[in-house]
């Protein structure tokens, strides 16, 4: 292995967004570089060794995780899965799995459920992060799909109706004005890189900002400028976070339900165009799937 083979493989593996202190390594996506010594060096190549077998494995396991089960049903009816009545998670909470065999994959949806007093879905970065870290733990896939709408930016090129791969990730209402702090409340992260498949299905590329409203109030919408968001949903950031932690490659595949840029208002846009938008969602999460299906990771 040459000294750019292990660059790009230590770019793209596990250690990118490592915190580690660890002479030689990527601390916080730098390179950070230090005098020599053997049984670090020995432990860097051993990870990126791990990492290059991993994107030789065929990926056989998917959860997607879908905020909303008005969104995530169309695609349990298309892949032809089932509830799991015997549940993998603790019974005191409401997350739905739906699961079977697709082609050559196992395939999970995972929704957060329903509210048990107020009967509405479970969306919002709390419950994503939560089942997302659950999912990972009982399921160990080999790759997390986010699907979901989003709100789209005219400004940036959306329109009601387009589907957009994430190329990037970012929060946009954890404010700490701290230096060092505030990047870490962004927590800006590039998503796991997949060209052969967006060449194959010319899906739009854009960035994704995340928060806990609908809505927009002046301070999110100047956070969602700063970070350069073509569209806006309330999980992909916290979910990008927990992949990212426990070192599961993840995409995420949104569609636009409403344009925030406009005089339109966004809860009555939304409410408008979901059922529409969702048929569109769910034809590219099931191309994307198809995609996926006989490919190793690094074939993405």
Not at 282 to 296: E, H, L, M, R, T
């Amino acid at each position: 292995m040459n000294d750019s083979t292990l660059l790009n493989k230590l770019e793209f593996g596990v250690v990118l967004c490592c915190s580690s202190d660890v002479q030689g390594r990527y601390i916080e996506g730098q390179l950070v570089m230090a005098p020599h010594d053997e049984d670090d060096n020995t432990h860097v190549v051993e990870e990126v060794m791990v990492v290059a077998e991993a994107e030789k494995r065929h990926v056989l396991t998917i959860v997607i995780v879908i905020a909303m089960q008005t969104e995530a049903l169309p695609l349990v009816t298309k892949f032809q899965l089932s509830q799991d009545l015997d549940s993998i998670f603790p019974k005191e909470v409401p997350w739905v799995r739906y699961h079977g065999i697709y082609r050559d994959l196992r395939i999970n949806i995972i929704c957060p459920g329903k509210d048990r007093v107020l009967r509405v879905d479970s969306v919002g970065t709390v419950s994503a992060s939560l089942v997302t870290y659950a999912s990972i733990q009982a399921l160990q896939p080999d790759l997390i799909i986010n699907a979901g709408t989003a709100c789209g930016f005219r400004r940036r090129g959306a329109c009601i109706g387009d589907v957009f791969l994430a190329s990037d990730v970012a929060f946009h209402h954890r404010r700490n004005p701290i230096p060092v702090c505030d990047r870490n409340g962004i927590c800006a992260k590039q998503t796991f890189p997949t060209p052969n498949l967006l060449k194959e299905l010319k899906l739009k590329v854009g960035k994704l900002s995340t928060g806990d409203s609908l809505d927009m109030s002046p301070h999110d919408e100047a956070a969602i400028i700063a970070n350069d968001a073509t569209v806006k949903d309330m999980e992909g950031a916290a979910i990008a976070y927990v992949a990212d932690l426990l070192s599961v490659p993840a995409i995420f595949v949104k569609a636009v339900t409403d344009i925030v840029d406009d005089d339109k208002p966004t809860a009555e846009e939304f409410l408008k165009n979901l059922v529409a938008v969702t048929a569109a969602l769910d034809q590219a999460v099931g191309q994307v799937v198809d995609f996926i299906s006989g490919k190793c990771i690094s074939e993405l």
